[in-house]
């Protein structure tokens, strides 16, 4: 018969129970660093170009780095929001309700400025400006990244429509408001945009959603013509936005409307949500099904040229989000190296082991690059009214970016959690989170295909187009061979996808690279210049498929991942 186990009472009661072992060896949670002003790269860029701009964007890379921000971020996302069709009494209501971490998210991103600098500043290249914001603010929260970059991108349309200029003020204040007032009651507005149905978001041409013409009115003093909606929208983000671009068909033409949720008068428009989204990141964000019926909506520029119409904006959402993905690449390598730093294995810290240097140098070769990419696109687009030559640039390296960057994220982000062993692969970890967040950006605003599909529309509609990309690299010829050789075959490539779509991805891929190549060799140190050309670009010693494959030294892998460090 076994023998009982005595009750030693010294061992059993109160604390001492638990005392089992001493927590050791735990990373250091990556806090209390500015992710601007201890960003190298980030820094130079703005002294580069928006010096003016400094004091605002360290103000915000403090938040970046600020542990209650962090926290209102984790509570954001672990406490998602909650639809309310309906009050107590049974009326229909549509509303959704957020835990306040989100709310104080929005009032910091609004009070930033994340959503508006490019259209209040008054200095010299405000969308380069506002791309660095947007670029902080994703090392925040992303959830609250889509309102700020909607709201960028609506300011585009307000301001050419003008019954809509009361939205075009409102959507650039720094107050945040969340309430249903109408809008001339508003400090400031939140904005959406609800195209995608069911049978298909990448062919909008398919919109299912009918317009009827109502009545011509007046809104806020200027003569407009109503339309009743009658339709779906099967993905509907901010569905609390106060208002919303749309499409709608009128007889066979797709048109842009624009729906106010609460009309002059104050009564509520009739807009229905019919259930949120429940997704697999971005989650602190609510997304929705909606049901229009009899929903009033004012036309935004002619009928039938509603996909031109939203195409315009969508140039800012693109830029947004490939600035976006390149800020969450960031954030996950900050949280990796800072956890590699502080965590010991095999009796060094991780990031001292040769084969994780080489990882963490590659993963910071990979930021820089991808930022580089981002914020050229936004010079771009600084200069979209008087320069032709950044016109034709900005319109091809719009799609580039956006394609190229949303699609790095995903295997940055999963680089970022392998260094975190299984501890990043728990929900505590905010490397978790940003893992589940990294596919989205290249889903929606156009997927990878449909960016390629445009690379494409663009080099075949106008073959300047072309000769304006490899122009834009011309300063950077005969600093290194192995890059000559690879805008040639970009070219090469580029040739082949306009005469033949199958290529089409490649030669976005082979595009991307040529511009953030010549990126690093004018802005980065040799070291790191070195490292992309003879990983990415090169034929024989370099370019596999994962990363921390650099063929350079350990001694060169630590300098480059010491110039990314933020967090000490
Ligand atoms: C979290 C979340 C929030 C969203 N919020 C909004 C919102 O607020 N407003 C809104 O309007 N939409 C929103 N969307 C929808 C999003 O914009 C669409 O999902 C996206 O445009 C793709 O449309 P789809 O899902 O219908 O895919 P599909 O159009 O069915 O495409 C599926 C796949 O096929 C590919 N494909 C399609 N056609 C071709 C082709 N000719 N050649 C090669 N490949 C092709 C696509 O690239 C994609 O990879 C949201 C989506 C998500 C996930």
Sequence with gaps: MNKLVEFDPMIDSGSARYATHEVRNQARAADGFNAFADDVVLAAAVRREVPWASGRCSALGALAGDADVQDCARLANEHVP????????????????????????????????????????????????????????????????????????????????PALAPWAAKVCASEYEFSRAEVAQKRSVVVGYAMTEKQGGSDLRQTQTTACRSHRGDYHGVAVDWYALTGHKWFCSVPVADGFFTLAKVGAGVTCFFVPRTLEDGSYNRFFIQRLKDKCGNRSNASSEIEYAGTLALRVGDEGHGLREILSHAHLTRLDFAVGSAGLMRQA???????????????????AQPMMANVLADMAIEVEAATLLALRVAKATDHLAGNAFERAFARVATPIAKYFNCSRAPALAYEALQCHGGNGFVEESPIARLYREAPLNSVWEGTANMMCMDVRRALLKDRTTLAALVEAVVDVRGVDTRYDRFVSRATRLAERACADEFFARAATEALARMIQGAELIRHAPQGVADGFIASRLADADGGTALLGSLPTSKHDADLIVERARVSR
């Excluded at 989100?102 to 508006?116: C, D, F, G, K």
């Excluded at 900050?334 to 502080?342: C, I, K, N």
């Design 82 to 161: 909650v639809l309310r069709t309906h009050d107590r009494f049974g009326n229909r209501i549509d509303w959704v309700e957020f835990h306040p971490a989100w709310h104080r998210l929005m009032t910091l991103a609004y009070r930033h400025e994340v959503h508006s600098l490019a259209w209040t500043a008054t200095a010299s290249q405000p969308h380069y400006a506002r791309a660095v914001l947007s670029y902080l603010w994703n090392q925040v929260e992303q959830g609250t990244g889509c309102p700020t970059g909607m709201a960028y991108a609506a300011h585009a349309g307000f301001a050419r429509t």
């Design 333 to 351: 390598l900050t949280l990796a190296v800072s956890h590699a730093s502080t965590r010991n294995g095999f009796g060094a810290a991780l990031s």
